[in-house]
T-cell receptor
Framework: DSGVTQTPKHLITATGQRVTLRCSPRSGDLSVYWYQQSLDQGLQFLIQYYNGEERAKGNILERFSAQQFPDLHSELNLSSLELGDSALYFC?????????????FGPGTRLTVL | DAKTTQPNSMESNEEEPVHLPCNHSTISGTDYIHWYRQLPSQGPEYVIHGLTSNVNNRMASLAIAEDRKSSTLILHRATLRDAAVYYCILSTPHSGGSNYKLTFGKGTLLTVNP
């Protein structure tokens, strides 16, 4: 158990809909990262928040947005869903370190768009 | 981001050592070498990381070449539980020092035979 929790575990929805994925980082961790894992693209970094502020952006679509709240939990919002958005979405957290940040991953949310 | 090259798959026998290679010829001086693994149906899990010197922890050892252009993850006694995809990742800090996004490649699928 990494200490990172994600809800829901599974999500099935239809094209065009909007969903919200939730992540609670490990206690004390300030950084939250979102990753998408699909069969054809592998694990791809989407976005990072650090203490409520966006810090790094990866291959995140404009239809996707995220935020980190004052209690440090984070939400990833996916809108106008397409079939290709079906994937596993992982959240990871890390504590700021002077040299490198080990990331601890949650169990993921499996999104199926029908 | 600097790229890594890993074999697609490797096979090992239970209780034997496993050496997982990774080439990263374009590594920069500030890149850390990270290894994560992903067991079936789980999120990635941190294994080990290093910068220049060899590193040991309870899970594995990391041997880094003197020129840093390659590294090897060593599992001293493979168990069935070690069957996973192993990712070798170079982590590049962003400006501000707290951003270490991970760029995952395809990794090496390790099969452990009983």
């Amino acid at each position: 158990d990494s200490g990172v929790t994600q809800t829901p575990k599974h999500l099935i929805t239809a094209t065009g809909q909007r969903v919200t994925l939730r992540c609670s980082p490990r206690s004390g961790d300030l950084s939250v990262y979102w990753y998408q894992q699909s069969l054809d693209q592998g694990l791809q970094f989407l976005i990072q928040y650090y203490n409520g502020e966006e810090r790094a952006k990866g291959n995140i679509l404009e239809r996707f947005s995220a935020q980190q709240f004052p209690d440090l939990h984070s939400e990833l919002n996916l809108s106008s869903l397409e079939l290709g958005d079906s994937a596993l979405y992982f959240c990871a957290s890390s504590a700021r370190a002077p040299s490198t940040d080990t990331q601890y991953f949650g169990p993921g949310t499996r999104l199926t768009v029908l | 981001d600097a790229k890594t090259t890993q074999p697609n798959s490797m096979e090992s026998n239970e209780e034997e050592p496993v050496h997982l290679p990774c080439n990263h010829s374009t590594i920069s001086g500030t890149d850390y070498i990270h290894w994560y693994r992903q067991l079936p149906s789980q999120g990635p899990e941190y294994v080990i990381h290093g910068l220049t010197s060899n590193v040991n922890n309870r899970m594995a050892s990391l041997a880094i070449a003197e020129d840093r252009k390659s590294s090897t993850l060593i599992l001293h006694r493979a168990t069935l539980r070690d069957a996973a995809v192993y990712y070798c990742i170079l982590s590049t800090p962003h400006s501000g020092g707290s951003n270490y996004k991970l760029t995952f490649g395809k990794g090496t699928l390790l099969t452990v035979n009983p």
